[in-house]
């Protein structure tokens, strides 16, 4: 069968019901939240875990955007579905204050350890608790328990000869799980 011959086949879509197709034939735009205006473009468009079509449209008579579930203004003052901040302040000052592998506290947090590393160097969450200092040039090594990269025939004084880990980036204690580790 020639594929320039066959007819179209529309695609169900479970987010739309009568009432939202009847409305879309009509070429009903959804309004602007801010102005009123149907003039009105939806930018983004995708179904959400409750099965729901979410839009966002762009007013094309203000500088507004605006957010839709169905044909619903979204309820704004609804919590998020996932909280912004997965640790709180206290375990951010723990990781921060505490002198181990980066990998050791990711395994001790449920995390990884390059989430670790970035919120101990201020990538991730400068902001928060900010009277305790990131871990920079003036902060103090971490305490390596076990095998160190210090201590390794590849290491070169300032780096590791085979290319392995940036020693600001991993830190020393990643001689743990190297394969090319020898005293």
């Not at 729901?52 to 762009?58: S, V």
């Not at 921060?96 to 970035?118: D, I, K």
Request: charged content about 20%; aromatic content about 4%; overall charge neutral.
């Amino acid at each position: 069968m020639d594929c320039a011959s066959a007819d179209p086949v529309q695609i169900a879509d479970p987010a739309m019901n009568e009432a939202s197709i009847a409305a879309r034939q009509q070429g009903v735009m959804l309004p602007c939240l801010t102005c009123g205006s149907t003039n009105t473009a939806t930018i983004r468009s995708r179904i959400n875990s409750g099965g729901d079509r979410w839009r966002l449209i762009r007013c094309h008579d203000c500088p507004a955007c605006s957010e839709y579930i169905g044909d619903q203004p979204r309820n704004l003052s609804a919590p998020p579905l996932r909280p912004f901040y997965r640790h709180s302040d206290a375990v951010l000052r723990r990781m921060l204050m505490t002198r181990c592998s980066n990998a050791a506290m990711a395994q001790e947090l449920g995390c990884s350890s390059e989430l670790v590393r970035q919120i101990r160097k201020g990538i991730l969450h400068r902001n928060r608790v900010p009277e305790v200092p990131r871990w920079g040039s003036d902060a103090p090594p971490p305490i390596v328990d076990g095998p160190s990269c210090l201590s390794c025939q590849h290491w070169g004084g300032e780096q590791c000869s085979m290319g392995f880990p940036d020693p600001e980036e991993e830190g020393t204690g990643f001689a743990r799980d190297c394969s090319l580790f020898h005293l």
